[in-house]
């Protein structure tokens, strides 16, 4: 019997002390950090301590519990005696007083467990809500939306609704109201769990949804159970429809990225004849020309170092044209018409950049920042996050390829370029320098590898291999697309990346890879002029 009379005695002291808590709480006499407080901080009971501590991050902007706080998230008080003392650098000052005091032998760190320890995170997220900077709002209040996701408790409330009644930034506001219905979906009060499942299926967050299912599993009411499940199933619809709208500009941009890089193999291949297998390597070297201006611009005008994009796209277009050029002067111009031999040289040269590059800038991966105003991204729906750097490049990819298509249809270059891809020896006898015309337009290609270089710059490293990963792609695009059409590489590269995509999400990458290869081959049996095939003069040839 001695046992259970001594745990009732512990129950009933516990008790005893939560209620003169609850009382001076109530009477509004507990408006600042008091002797008792701060000890029932340091060494009571796990409910006492919270309780405390809620009670003063609410009740009170006293400094000294503030500090108190802060201190024990730190982990940085003692108890000395009857005195609570906060500690740093060997310097120990009452916790209720401020005053100096010697420490001692005697004093004891004060235990904190992972409870106590959420609560005093809580505490001091609730805390640095008022009067704090916008951004410092939505850390805080993201901080209290994670605690009570993740363990809710509706002593929080109080701490909550001080926050709401404060000016809170807009988006703090929100957070903090999400987590404030968390909190009341423990309440044992039916009316105010049925409010907060219909607020929570309202927000339609995908972080909303373990929170629901758990709270599914132990409730009793049928009208809350109701609003539960209709919660759920909004949520798991908004998420379907998100998961769709992210895989279908997954796939948007991966074609993005395919059109850019085959762009200038369009021109190179499609209409000039010439399988350059060097197209990657020209992809790469706009990538460490972008990787380059970069590093100019940290070390010398590190004030503009957000526009250094915009002086990198002129660089990695003219860097990649002139290493066209000199490879079309120097060795395919007396190549043409011989598909096999280009293959064989345009591969030589391949390894010969590539290790030009490893020489020069090393084998290991080079990493390139994305500008401030190419960070962080667009979120709908919830789970639907559109990352700006993806939405940049899919708007750079589409001003290339109308500024493609313009001067290929619409300039005097454009109309010789295509004068001498149909008909060489008649062009020659209208007065066109058709060496020269083919030295343009390799360069024009291998410029625009360059700026495909310059994008994927942005979306992960530069490195010796990085055309390795495109120039088969690329290659399938213009012969799906159809051979010479421009128009046929845009529905091409469109249409593999969401194909590519949509089976990955459903089979996974390797098996996404394979769909796609045996698809093209399929196509190309049944149709070997590609989507778009040419027509008149150019197709008899």
């Known amino acids: 019997m001695r046992p259970c009379t001594h745990f009732s005695g512990r129950l009933l002291h516990s008790a005893l002390r939560l209620l003169a808590v609850g009382c001076l709480a109530a009477s509004g006499l507990a408006h600042a950090l008091t002797p008792a407080d701060a000890q029932v901080l340091a060494t009571g009971e796990s409910d006492e301590r919270i309780a405390t501590l809620n009670r003063l991050a609410v009740a009170t902007d006293d400094k000294a519990a503030a500090t108190l706080i802060q201190a024990m998230a730190d982990e940085a008080v003692r108890v000395q005696g009857t005195q609570v003392l906060i500690v740093r650098d060997e310097t120990a000052v009452d916790a209720v007083t401020g005053e100096s005091v010697a420490l001692t032998d005697e ?45 809710p408790d509706v002593a929080q409330l109080p701490l909550i609704e001080r926050a709401l009644a404060a000016d809170l930034d ?74 769709a709208l992210a895989q279908a500009f997954t796939g948007i941009s991966l074609g993005s ?105 090393g084998a290991q991966n080079v990493g390139v920042e994305n500008p401030s105003w190419m960070s962080g991204g667009v979120t709908l729906l919830g789970n639907l996050n559109l990352p700006w750097n993806r939405i940049v490049i899919i708007g750079f990819a589409a001003a290339v390829l109308i500024g493609v298509t313009l001067l290929i249809t619409r300039t005097r270059l454009g109309l010789f370029v295509r004068g001498v891809t149909q008909n060489r020896p008649i062009a020659s006898c209208m007065g066109v320098n058709t060496a020269r015309i083919d030295t343009y337009a390799f360069a024009l290609g291998s410029g625009i590898a360059g700026l495909a270089g310059c994008a994927l710059s942005q979306i992960g490293n530069v490195g010796p291999d990085l055309g390795q990963n495109y120039i088969v792609d690329s290659f399938m695009v213009v012969v799906l697309g159809g051979v010479g059409q421009l128009a046929g590489t845009v529905y091409a590269a469109l249409g593999l990346g969401l194909l590519n995509k949509f089976i990955e999400g459903w089979a996974g990458a390797v098996l996404a890879k394979i769909a796609v290869l045996v698809f093209i081959i399929v196509f190309i049996q049944k149709r070997p002029q590609g989507i778009f095939a040419m027509k008149g003069r150019s197709a008899e040839a």
């Open 107 to 151: 004093a004891q760190d004060v235990t904190i467990n992972n409870r106590m320890r959420g609560a005093l995170e809580t505490a001091l997220a609730g805390m640095q809500l008022v009067g704090g900077d916008p951004e410092r709002q939505r850390e805080a209040a993201l901080s209290l939306q994670r605690g009570s996701f993740d363990e």
């Open 257 to 361: 990225i395919l059109l850019l890089a085959a762009l200038g193999l369009a021109i190179t291949y499609g209409l000039m004849g010439v399988i350059n297998m060097a197209h990657g390597e020209l992809i790469m070297i706009g990538a460490y020309a972008t990787w380059g201006v970069q590093a100019l611009f940290r070390n010398y005008l590190p004030g503009v170092f957000d526009w250094y994009l915009l002086a990198a796209l002129p660089v990695a277009f003219m860097a990649s044209a002139l290493v066209g050029a000199a490879m079309e002067r120097t060795v395919i111009r007396f190549l043409y018409g011989r598909p096999l031999e280009t293959l064989l040289a345009t591969w030589g040269i391949s390894l010969v950049l590539m290790q030009g590059v490893r020489s020069l800038f």
């Open 170 to 243: 807009p988006k703090a506001r929100q957070t903090l109201e999400l987590a404030q219905a968390a909190v009341l979906l423990a309440s044992e009060d039916e009316a105010q769990r049925l409010a907060a499942a219909q607020k929570l299926g309202e927000t339609l967050q995908p972080e909303v949804r373990p929170l629901l299912l758990q709270r599914l599993e132990t409730e009793t009411s049928p009208a809350v159970k109701g609003a539960l499940q209709a919660a759920l199933s909004a949520l798991d619809r908004t998420l379907a429809v998100g998961n």
